[in-house]
Nanobody, 115 residues
């Protein structure tokens, strides 16, 4: 099973940017799904962005046009570039991996958007 380690979270002012990284142990294959979810206090975990097999990318409606997901297969790493951050983006961001019926979650990284 793949282990995931996130980094890059922190405190940023509204309108600012952050880039999250998720490094996966083991080899990531093109059939794997990788991406990001987030969970704000007292809310359900929600999709932020995922890269599906074949390179298809899906974004949550609230982040479209502001966030960009990318993948470096050579480094087994997926990134989330977050621009024009808003206070409502404040959440714990979790990296996600799935291959057929097996999946893993990272430990999460806190992103706080506040002035």
């Amino acid at each position: 099973q793949v282990q995931l380690v996130e980094s890059g979270g922190g405190l940023v002012q509204p309108g600012g940017s952050l880039r999250l990284s998720c490094a996966a142990s083991g080899t990531i294959f093109s059939i794997d799904v990788m991406g990001w979810y987030r969970q704000a206090p007292e809310k359900q975990r929600e999709l932020v962005a995922i890269i599906a097999p074949g390179g298809t990318i899906m974004y949550g409606d609230s982040v479209k046009g502001r966030f960009t997901i990318s993948r470096d297969s050579a480094k087994n790493t997926v990134y989330l570039q977050m621009n024009s951050l808003k206070p409502e983006d404040t959440a714990v961001y979790y990296c996600y991996w799935r291959r057929t019926s097996t999946s893993s979650w990272g430990q999460g990284t806190q992103v706080t958007v506040s002035s």
